[in-house]
Nanobody, 124 residues
Framework: QVQLVESGGGLVQAGGSLRLSCAAS????????MGWFRQAPGKEREFVAA????????SYADSVKGRFTISRDNAENTVYLQMNSLKPEDTAVYYC?????????????????WGQGTQVTVSS
């Protein structure tokens, strides 16, 4: 059982930056690909970014490419999401998730473990 705890959300003005963190309880953290998803009110949970188990490959949703960066520190069992040039449409609850195995998968169904989420609000 992998427990994931997100932090770093908050209120920011459009154009600003936030860095989200997700700490994992599992000592085999490095065996999991990690992803970030988000869910806005009344919308489906959508893929944001993913990173492979060793951090060698990443993938991003088109809506965040060039603005968001996912990274991981396997020694600290933590994955990060650096969010720059934030827009009001980035407002959502952000969730991190863990998928067993290597690839930086965008498929929500591949992720077995989920955090509780952290709220990000971008004001215009």
């Amino acid at each position: 059982q992998v427990q994931l705890v997100e932090s770093g959300g908050g209120l920011v003005q459009a154009g600003g930056s936030l860095r989200l963190s997700c700490a994992a309880s599992e000592r085999t953290f490095s065996s999991y690909a990690m992803g970030w998803f988000r869910q806005a009110p009344g919308k489906e949970r959508e893929f944001v970014a993913a990173i492979s188990w060793r951090g060698g490959s990443t993938s991003y949703a088109d809506s965040v490419k060039g603005r968001f960066t996912i990274s991981r520190d396997n020694a600290e069992n933590t994955v990060y999401l650096q969010m720059n040039s934030l827009k009001p449409e980035d407002t959502a609850v952000y969730y991190c998730a863990a998928a067993w195995g290597g690839p930086a998968t965008m498929s929500r169904d591949e992720y077995r473990y989920w955090g509780q989420g952290t709220q990000v609000t971008v004001s215009s």
